[in-house]
């Protein structure tokens, strides 16, 4: 069946360093992936979007690779700083049943 | 700055209360949704909209019915809720209803039932 997950439920880096928060999908047709934040007391806001045809986009300070023949994607932040702990969700959309499905999300702590 | 205002910020009632969730989208998308955010779970979808009219019902108990009188409002009307609808309600918009482009989130009603 489908599923969205993370491989670890909170992630703590330290200011500056890079962040790398990883999500594993199950569904082979899917074609098309979403990062959001999400900050306390907020909605999960965008971040970046990949499609299947594609495996790396670069945003502003942020990187997202697909890796189609694992089933993985990642997201990559670049010189983290304490503005980006929240809760990180990816998503998955399948086009052949036109489902979006998210992640639990996980926790990012940055220490300063 | 969200581009989807939702209201009221918080909400407690009690079970046998009537009230009403209020989002509004000036982003010009044609489409919006309502999710239900629990603790630890993932984000649930509730109803899709695409230019006003109802394309999805994820099979949502009909003490929730939504009402989109136009492409800019949606609104979830509650009644006769449960403690376990407790929940955060986010209210969501699009350029398409099929989902493949990001959807842009308001910042939620947080409600409590009693």
């Known amino acids: 069946g489908e599923s969205v997950g993370l491989h670890l439920p909170t992630l703590s880096v330290q200011e500056g360093d890079n962040s790398i928060i990883n999500c594993a999908y199950s569904?082979?047709?899917?074609?098309?992936f979403i990062w959001y934040k999400q900050e306390s007391g907020k909605g999960p806001q965008f971040i970046i979007d990949?499609?299947?045809?594609?495996d790396k986009r670069q945003g502003q300070r942020v990187t997202v690779l697909l890796n189609k023949t694992v089933k993985h994607l990642s997201l990559q932040i670049a010189a983290t700083q304490p503005g980006d702990s929240a809760v990180y969700f990816c998503?998955?959309?399948?086009?052949?049943?036109?489902?979006?499905?998210f992640g639990k999300g996980i926790t990012l702590s940055v220490r300063p | 700055e969200t581009g989807v205002t939702q209201t009221p910020r918080h909400l407690v009632m009690g079970m046998t209360n009537k009230k009403s969730l209020k989002c509004e989208q000036h982003?010009?998308?044609?489409?919006m949704y309502w999710y239900k955010q629990s603790a630890k779970k993932p984000l649930e979808l509730m109803f899709v909209?695409?230019?006003?009219?109802?394309?999805e019902n994820n099979s949502v108990p009909s003490r929730f019915s939504p009402e989109c009188p136009n492409s800019s409002h949606l609104f979830l009307h509650l009644h006769t809720l449960q403690p376990e609808d407790s929940a955060l309600y986010l209210c969501?918009?699009?350029?398409?209803?099929?989902?493949?482009?990001?959807?842009?989130f308001g910042n939620g009603t947080r409600l409590t039932v009693t």
């Open positions: 969501a918009s699009s350029q398409g209803h099929l989902q493949t482009y990001p959807l842009h």
């Open positions: 569904n082979s047709a899917s074609d098309y």
């Open positions: 990949i499609r299947s045809n594609m």
């Open positions: 998503a998955e959309y399948n086009g052949a049943n036109s489902k979006l499905t």
């Open positions: 982003l010009g998308h044609n489409a």
């Open positions: 909209y695409s230019l006003e009219e109802r394309v």
